[in-house]
């Protein structure tokens, strides 16, 4: 159980262009989804966070209007990159949770997004 | 800002030891602590968790250890195997549900 499946597993893209990365809980009702965004050797920075028909919570520093995310129903959250730039290569997480704080996120496989 | 730590970045262990994987945390109202294992080019995987009224919680071949009063968890791998190898990553919850992650310790058993 708690299956998260992301698509697509990998991007490769020109700069400029924008890139869609889907979240979707496979086996239960995600309340609560979450973006991370990794560099090599690091570890996992928290984006955004993002409830069911609300509007995403970002963290400091992520701008809201180059990372869009849409959480319309309770299995499926997306992230989508506008104009990415070669700096915005890098591996993109997403979780999802269900119910109530204190239960662990579960992760998807993650993207991996190379702009040229 | 308060974030989490592990001591050792890298360790190496031979199959069939037992492995010991420490972080240090500095939050003190953190109630929930998870270990995820991260293997190449894949999200983290939940491997055991804890809630800041235990102090240990066993699941299989794995224990998690939590001492509240030098702000420390480990995880202890019984047996290790050379499917063991991955990134552990302790995470800590501090009731506003995010998680924060610490850096990783990379974990290489050898066959």
């Known amino acids: 159980g708690a299956v998260v499946s992301q698509h697509p597993s990998w991007v490769i893209c020109k700069s400029g262009t924008s890139v869609k990365i889907e979240c979707r809980s496979l086996d239960f009702q995600a309340t609560t989804m979450f973006w991370y965004r990794q560099f090599p050797k690091q570890s996992l920075m928290l984006m955004a966070t993002?409830?069911?028909?609300?509007?995403?919570?970002?963290e400091q520093g992520v701008e809201k209007d180059k990372f869009l995310i849409n959480h319309a129903s309770l299995t499926l959250s997306t992230l989508t990159v506008t104009s990415a730039h070669p700096e915005d290569s890098s591996f993109y997480i997403c979780?999802?949770?269900?119910?109530?704080?204190?239960?662990?996120?579960?992760f998807g496989d993650g993207t991996r997004l190379s702009i040229l | 800002g308060e974030s989490v730590g592990l001591h050792l970045p890298t360790l190496s262990v031979q199959e069939g030891d037992n492995s010991i994987i420490n972080c240090a945390y500095s939050n003190s109202a953190s109630d929930y602590f998870i270990w995820y294992k991260q293997e190449s080019g894949k999200g983290p995987q939940f491997i055991i968790d804890?809630?800041?009224?235990?102090d240990k919680r066993q699941g299989q071949r794995v224990t998690v250890l939590l001492n509240k009063t030098v702000k420390h968890l480990s995880l202890q791998i019984a047996a290790t195997q050379p499917g063991d190898s991955a990134v552990y990553f302790c995470a800590e919850n501090t009731g506003y549900s995010t998680l924060t992650f610490g850096k990783g310790t990379m974990l290489l058993v050898s066959p």
């Open positions: 993002s409830n069911e028909g609300s509007k995403a919570t970002y």
């Open positions: 979780s999802a949770r269900s119910g109530q704080i204190n239960q662990p996120q579960h």
């Open positions: 804890i809630r800041s009224n235990m």
